[in-house]
């Protein structure tokens, strides 16, 4: 007999057929009652239909992936269950089918958060069930403080820094997992690896096991509490353990059970690099592990509630593993971390944790959970909606990560870091970092690549006033090592392309987030933009010659994306560029050189014209003499990898985020772009071109399971592509596609899945929760969101550090936009600025279940107004491979002794130039003359007091004084260096 409030839950798997026609997830446990009949509109949790052909249909389960199915039985309260039947409900017959079916269950369902407690929502292990194979999110269950200088996680394999948590696999012969340690981690992604983990584990067995096999215990999913203020486990063994972290440590509770044979705590690194001590009083130690971008030393400080009875080796396992024994049940240890050395590892416990009970560290870890988790506030949201979002906010706070201790006081700090990007000193000792040790603050554990799409702008929205402060953390690592890290880990890392630090922090600063030093963070941009690095895990690639070709060649790997996110930046840069000349913070000296900046960078972001072949309608690479990589009858734009970046060309043809327009005018029009969209969202990804990959890699086989054609939605890259409809004159495609995204593809998230593809430190996270309000930020880099359509009848947006404001949805079931108000006045673009956003009060939507008109006839605002494709700047002085000023490469230079002089082919009239700096300092002072019939000379543009901030930096000037000639020459003061001359219009 069903009760209210009971559910029927199922997990099933259906194989994927060779024939790709899911037959297989046409299928469903149905319930058959005592009188023959079946439950009518049943709806699973995500509310698709719950019946087999409805399940198929609505695409809601995973191929190759386990799948939680849960139906509210409810409406059928009082009936009796007959039987459960296995339903499968193909539209075609004659696909052989396969699948798997699991843990079927009929019971009460549990009781939902209430919402006091937000952190309720959230299950940390939401994306552990995931794999190098197959990602659902490859996270790790972590329990931190928000941003905190530590995660605490517990592992199934102490022994590896990439996926030590395995939700689903290897488990043990009882198809159990086994707890192998609780762990201080950094991981900012499994493929980035982690670094200077320290692991506890307490063993009950009569000798203090140190093999990570040995001391294993095994667990239940169901026995573990797995919060971001707190993690704890019931093991099988009767051992319970539990966590809450504060921002540089912890406190561990432990009991043990009263016949266990023995009482102890290991302490461990994945390696035998490591040591730990106890002097009587404390225990101290260091480990040093895992990947190796600007890793150092990390020392802990720690301090039991019971004097451990021995201390000593552990038994087995590693050399350096060792064991605290003690002779009662219950030991609670405090302890803290520092990369400083073991007396800053003191003070930081003296400061979180000395004097604290479990239960108070517990409470400030959830009081600023909450406070974090505040920020989105949805009304009449479903369960998983709920953890969904608050789960999505969680990630989003784990990153950026701390990286800076207070050797001072609460009430006088005084911050220091240990340097992850200034070359170490000297041996690091027992006691003390070999670091280089400086004042401030640093954040570290951002991937740019794929951060700056969602992640960054959601700071900025959400969280501005903390987004000014992470910002300026990783403005210090320009400050200390000339560069910001490209994927921060937490040094600088050759990974990834493009140097999106650059458009992420351009974007904050336009959206009013109050920088510390607008300037330096701009100058760490300009020198990206300006500058080819010395070394690979700098700046962007490709750049000595890409800057004067236009384009990054294929000399370069993945020149595409190299290229294209290089226009994005610049394009970021110049918007930056633009408002910082009318900073009344900046040195009015600095402001004309901000606004030739501004106009050179703007122009220089129109260059995506240059890698559009038009023979096949695609972005492809170009070579260094400037033909196309590939003829049209090899390129194939589903071929992944070469050119581009973990995708194929198809999900490169719509990567101008910040020029829609423009891209549309490459395509013939908005009706063009609308036109290639819909090629794009209906040719399917089949994951059988693997191009330059070696393998099939994992983001192949995941983007095919999106099924929403070439859109590879399970990766960053295509992550804008859905709201490029806004800018086809067809916002309503925009809504349904991201509508089915927001429904489909963010599944399974109570069974450690929850995510297409992998979380990329808040990335994924951040992509649902602006379209699950209705805003996108498309064009990254100008202070504005896309609209599309809101999921939830009402949210409160209540940022913290800016003024709040409410969405609503009428008819929120349906996904097209009928009329949006903003204050109460008509909105009639699929746009809004973030000034306008952040003035509201209110953004009312009305929805409707068919497409509208609105939004159709005004297209958003773009960089191109016109119908025009965009122009690039030329360079008109003809490539002279012999002259090194004018061989289109900042690798050469020559020494100009007084004067240069060079003619054009026929005369032209330039509008700006640019030089670049030899590797010594540049010119200070220079003339540029130009002459009809080289003999009468007219000054363009004369410059004195003029310094390069960098060796082979180049720097845009507008002519001051131009005109139509054929003859030029460029006279120096003093005979100086330069690495090449352009003239430019
Ligand atoms: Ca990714
Ligand atoms: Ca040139
Ligand atoms: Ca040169």
Known sequence: MVAAGDRLRYKIYPELDAGLSYAATYAAVEVVFADGTRLDGARDQYGQPADAAGQGAAKILYADQWNDVQIDLTAAAGRTIAELVLVVDAPDAGHEFAGWIDDVEVGPAPPEPDGSDLAAYVDTRRGTNASHDFSRGNTLPITAWPNGFNFLTPVTNASTHRWPYEYHRANNADNRPELQGLTFSHQPSPWMGDRDQLTIMPVAAAEPLGDPAERAAAFSHDDEIARPDVYAVRLANGVHAELAPTDHGAIFRFTFPADAPGRHLVFDTIDENGAFEYDGNALTGWVENGSE??????????????????????????????????????????????????????????????????????????????????????????????????????????????????????????????????????????????????????????????????????????????????????????????????????????????????????????????????????????????????????????????????????????????????????????????????????????????????????????????????????????????????????????????????????????????????????????????????????????????????????????????????????????????????????????????????????????????????????????????????????????????????????????????????????????????????????????????????????LDFTLGAEPSDWATLELPPALTTGDAVASPLVDLIPTDPDNPLFDDTSATEATVDQAVEWSLAAPAAPTLYTLTSGSAAGPSSWRLEASTDGTTWTVLDERADQSFRWPRQLRPFTIKNPGQYQHYRLTTATPTTLAQLELLH
């Open 293 to 842: 971008f600007g890793r150092t030393r990390m020392y802990c400080y720690g301090l039991f509630s019971t004097a451990p009875a021995a201390f000593g080796a552990a038994h087995g396992g590693r050399a350096n593993a060792r064991a605290a024994s003690f002779g009662v049940p219950d030991v609670t240890l405090r302890i803290a971390t520092s990369f400083i050395g073991v007396d800053q590892a003191r003070h930081n416990l003296a400061l979180e944790l000395e004097g604290r009970t479990f239960d108070e560290i517990r409470a400030a870890a959830n009081a600023i959970w909450n406070e974090r988790l505040q920020v989105i506030r949805p009304e009449g949201a479903t369960p998983p909606q709920l953890r969904t979002v608050y789960g999505n906010l969680y990630r989003l706070n784990l990153y950026p990560n701390s990286h800076f201790e207070n050797a001072g006081t609460p009430d006088v700090p005084d911050y220091r870091y240990a340097s992850p990007v200034l070359p170490t000193e000297g041996t690091a000792t027992a006691r003390e970092t070999n670091a280089v040790v400086k004042p401030g603050k640093m954040y570290v554990n951002s991937g740019f690549w794929d951060t700056y799409r969602t992640a960054w702008p959601a700071y900025a929205l959400f969280y501005p006033s903390l987004t000014a402060e992470f910002v300026d953390g990783f403005v210090q690592q320009y400050r200390d090592g000339g560069w910001i890290a490209r994927w921060s880990s937490p040094g600088y890392a050759d990974c990834m392309t493009g140097t999106s630090s650059d458009v992420s922090f351009a974007d904050a600063y336009l959206k009013d987030v109050a920088l510390p030093d607008p300037l330096a963070t701009y100058d760490a941009g300009l020198r990206n933009a300006t500058v080819a690095p010395a070394a690979t895990e700098v700046g962007r690639k490709g750049v000595e010659t890409g800057f004067f070709a236009g384009y990054v060649s294929t000399d370069t790997e993945e020149s595409v994306s190299w290229s294209l996110e290089a226009y994005l930046n610049d394009f970021g840069l110049a918007a930056m560029a633009t408002r910082l000349a009318a900073d009344p913070s900046v040195p009015a000296e600095r402001r004309a050189e901000l606004l030739e900046e501004a106009e050179y960078l703007r122009r220089r972001s129109l260059n995506y014209v240059l890698l559009f072949d038009k023979s096949v309608n695609f972005f492809q690479g170009r070579r260094p003499d400037g033909t196309f990589a590939k003829s049209p009858a090899d390129f194939d734009p589903e071929e992944w990898g070469g050119d581009f970046t973990e995708t194929d060309g198809w999900n490169f043809a719509f990567h101008v985020a910040h020029d829609p327009r423009g891209l549309a005018n490459l395509y013939g029009g908005p009706r063009g772009l609308g036109a290639k969209l819909d090629a794009f969202f209906s040719t399917p990804e089949l994951a059988v071109k693997k191009g330059t990959y070696s393998i099939v890699i994992h983001e192949m086989v995941e983007a095919q399971a999106v099924r929403m054609g070439q859109f590879g939605f399970s990766n960053q890259p295509a992550h804008h592509i859905a709201w490029m409809y806004n800018y086809a004159g067809t916002p309503s495609k925009t809504q349904a596609i991201v509508r089915e995204v927001l429904d489909r593809l963010y599944v399974g998230e109570q069974i450690g899945q929850g995510y297409p593809g992998d979380e990329d430190n808040g990335e994924m996270s951040a992509w649902y929760l602006f379209a699950a309000l209705g805003l996108y930020p498309l064009r990254v880099g100008a202070p504005e969101y896309a609209i599309g359509s809101p999921l939830f009848p009402r949210a409160v947006v209540a940022p913290l550090g800016g003024r709040p404001f409410t969405i609503t949805a009428a008819n929120p079931e349906h996904p097209y936009v009928q009329e949006l108000q903003v204050d109460g006045k008509q909105l009639p673009v699929a746009s809004i600025t973030h000034a306008d956003l952040t003035a509201a009060t209110q």
